[in-house]
């Protein structure tokens, strides 16, 4: 019987390199979600130093099916379709070490690589920096207004650096599509504005800092698709993973379209005791819940479906005479009130 190391769900675990000082060295990737992430930061420089993805003891690998291939360049997104110098999947301990650009000694180098399983191959990029990139340590978004842009306010450990961009991503569509905007800094805050929704819509929304400007990670979004934010991303905060999200308030009123006041004696605009006061009227949507009516300030009784509703009320002997007052009252599923006092084809009732 033959054991192998392979396993059918193996994802990237960490990378061997010699990027640090030169001597090969194993660093775990931390697991941010979609991809995987790990920053270094060189002691000396060189070039050609190594570099390979894997997981236990290397049966199963991610690097270049051949030898003496050098990455194509930091701060940029590897695509293994295109590269031979990337994360592409191999077993049985195949393929061979990649190797890096120059290095330069005291930057920072943050490792990025997706964590599909085997045996697709992986999407990589690490982003070159002079600094060690600041936290996003908060995000906020102002009360969302129907069709009105809404800005979402960033909290950064420290002042963005010079090459050090910040930007939103955001979709009302479930991140089926999404898009992206550069958030404005003054200091350690700054401000993105989201485009307006129709009420009722839903912005979901997470926040990445990058090495890569706005025409650089535009041009990688259009060249991979949605994979090119991880890739290009520093730092995120996407909330616990389970990202930010505010749904546009609906602030709109329905409406009370057509009020009819009538009654069953013999003469509809006349009421006696017993008689039965009938008030027809529409609304513009279906009410959340039943409308409410009173008549000549008595609870009445309503029923209907939809958009058509009558309310009704039998006048006793107690019901002051003169004209007949009601008051009808609906409401949305937002709460928003409409309340007619009045008919709209001037009808009315006597109670004598």
Do not use: C, K
Request: glycine share 10%.
């Amino acid at each position: 019987m033959i054991f192998t190391s392979f396993s059918g769900y193996a994802q990237p675990t960490f990378i061997g390199t010699q990027l640090v000082d030169g001597s090969y060295q194993t660093h775990n990737l931390n697991d941010l979600g979609a991809f995987r992430q790990v920053r270094l930061q060189s002691t000396s420089g060189a070039t050609g130093r190594v570099w390979e993805f894997a997981t236990g003891d290397y049966f199963e690998n991610w690097r270049p099916y051949t030898a003496f291939q050098t990455l194509a360049g930091f701060d940029q997104v590897i695509d293994p379709a295109t590269e031979a110098a990337s994360a592409r999947y191999n077993s049985s301990y195949g393929g061979q070490s990649g190797e890096l650009p120059s290095i330069t000694s005291g930057n920072y180098y943050t490792i990025n690589v997706t964590e599909y399983a085997p045996p697709t191959n992986q999407f990589m990029a690490i982003l070159e920096t002079s600094f060690n990139p600041a936290t996003i340590t908060t995000v906020t978004n102002d009360p969302p207004v129907e069709n009105t842009a809404t800005d979402v306010d960033v909290t950064l450990s420290a002042a963005p650096s010079a090459g050090e961009f910040v930007y939103v991503r955001y979709s009302s569509d479930g991140f089926a599509t999404s898009n992206y905007a550069s958030v404005s800094f003054t200091g350690a805050n700054g401000t993105a504005s989201l485009p307006g929704l129709p009420e009722g819509a839903t912005m979901v929304y997470y926040v990445l800092s990058s090495s890569l400007g706005s025409t650089a990670l535009g041009s990688e979004v259009g060249a991979v698709g949605a994979v090119a934010y991880d890739m290009a991303t520093l730092n995120l905060n996407n909330n616990g993973g389970a990202n930010y999200s505010y749904t546009v308030p609906d602030t709109t009123p329905p409406n009370i379209l057509s009020v009819s006041i009538s009654s069953d004696n013999a003469d509809p605009t006349l009421a006696r005791t017993g008689d039965v006061i009938s008030i027809a009227f529409t609304t513009d949507e279906t009410p959340d819940g039943t409308p409410t009516a009173t008549i000549q300030g008595n609870t009445a009784s309503v029923s209907g479906s939809g958009t058509s509703w009558t309310a009704t009320w039998t006048v006793q002997g107690s019901d002051t005479n003169g004209p007949a007052s009601f008051s009808i009252t609906i409401q949305d599923a937002a709460g928003n009130p409409d309340t007619a006092t009045a008919t709209t084809d001037a009808s009315s009732v006597s109670i004598d």
